[in-house]
């Protein structure tokens, strides 16, 4: 029996945002199309939401706006057997995914609280600390405040995604400009203490069927003369325009051989901050490892756009999990979990 699922595209706070959503799913409807019937549901930055039938600019233009009440109107009158939430906003990712659990209806991957908990950097490294998980000793700085701190520090907004607002500091003067760069992003600023670079791996996690699998690792390359990754490391534009992830190509990220003895740490790591959050179905750990060996936590990244270049597809593709196979077990999983 063919299953009805929701897709949930766009942002409710910047037209860059909802570009990526768009890329994403257009890529995950094009390859999932055949396992699946559809239901797009966009949510533009204007606040308005449209039902649509794809993600092609003239559909998306013509199709009518409807308020947020209206569009839970319509989908009441549908028999929907999971939401795929494609949104990346923190409203997105948190409030507006939350809301099909209102409706009774399951969703992929994790719960609105989580992932408010994960989008959060202070709160993360909170509930990771307390699990004995090695987080950079930090302190988070408002405007009223006048922090001090021993450098080199990295400076970031405390609610921010893809490296926006990230400086690293190195000396007094760089400070001040580093923190009204973070408050540009967010009322808080996280500071944290400069991890040596050793490497530095993302660690995928899926939990489909009872048992935590770890994923391939990537690993991406440190410049010694910019050892944090910036936001020009992970999105820029091609030569027409359009949107570009930059973190795609072999000289930049690889697979870690199956053989280095950094896949056992990192694992171990990984799977728990995955049980610490609370996480289901799957989850995404930056983790930065430094030249003794010892691996230190940096960020949580709780979402699976299921394209074929969201982080965690490639990983399931390099584990030997095709992205078809990915999607149909994890929407399996959501409607077998049941609403909430």
């Known amino acids: 029996m063919t299953q009805t699922t929701l897709h949930l595209v766009g942002s409710t706070t910047t037209e860059l945002l909802d570009e990526l959503s768009l890329l994403y799913a257009r890529d995950c409807l094009a390859v999932t199309n055949s396992l699946h019937e559809a239901v797009i549901v966009h949510v533009d930055p204007d606040g308005s939401w449209r039902l649509v039938r794809s993600l092609d600019a003239d559909e998306l233009d013509a199709a ?18 999971a939401v795929v939430p494609q949104m990346f906003c923190v409203p997105g990712m948190t409030t507006y ?44 700085a408002e405007r009223s405040d006048s922090p001090t701190c021993t450098l080199p520090v990295v400076v970031k907004p405390v609610d921010a995604d893809n490296s926006a607002g990230v400086s690293l500091v190195r000396n007094e003067a760089e400070l001040a400009p580093a923190l009204e760069e973070a408050w540009r992003w967010s009322q ?21 069927g009872g048992s935590l699998q770890c994923l391939p690792i990537e690993e991406y390359a440190l410049n010694p003369d910019e050892p944090v990754r910036k936001a020009n ?19 930049v990220a690889w697979m870690v051989d199956p053989d280095d003895p950094l896949n056992t740490v990192v694992s171990a790591v990984a799977k728990a901050c995955h049980r610490a959050l609370g996480c ?52 399996a999983e959501a409607v077998k979990r049941g609403p909430r």
């Not at 490391?233 to 000289?251: E, V, W, Y």
């Not at 995404?284 to 490892?289: A, G, K, Q, T």
Request: proline share 4%; net charge negative.
């Open 233 to 251: 490391a992970k999105l820029g534009r091609q030569g027409d325009g359009s949107l570009q992830l930059m973190a795609k190509n072999t000289d």
């Open 97 to 140: 995914r939350s809301i099909w659990e209102v409706l009774g209806i399951p969703v992929v991957g994790n719960r609105g609280a989580v992932m408010a908990l994960a989008a959060n950097k202070a709160w993360t490294r909170a509930v990771l600390g307390a699990a004995d998980i090695a987080v950079p000793a930090g302190q988070i």
């Open 188 to 208: 808080r600023a996280l500071i944290e203490t400069l991890i040596p670079a050793g490497r530095e791996v993302r660690c995928g996690i899926l939990d489909l």
């Open 280 to 331: 289901r179905d799957h989850s995404l750990w930056d983790i930065r490892v430094d030249p003794e060996g010892r691996p230190w936590v940096l960020e949580a990244s709780l979402y699976c756009s299921f394209a074929r270049q969201s982080v965690i597809s490639m990983m399931s593709a390099a584990a030997g999990i095709e992205l078809e196979e990915l999607f149909a077990r994890s929407v």
């Open 64 to 81: 009518p706006a409807l308020t947020a009440a209206q569009m839970m109107g319509v989908v009441e009158e549908m028999t929907i057997d």
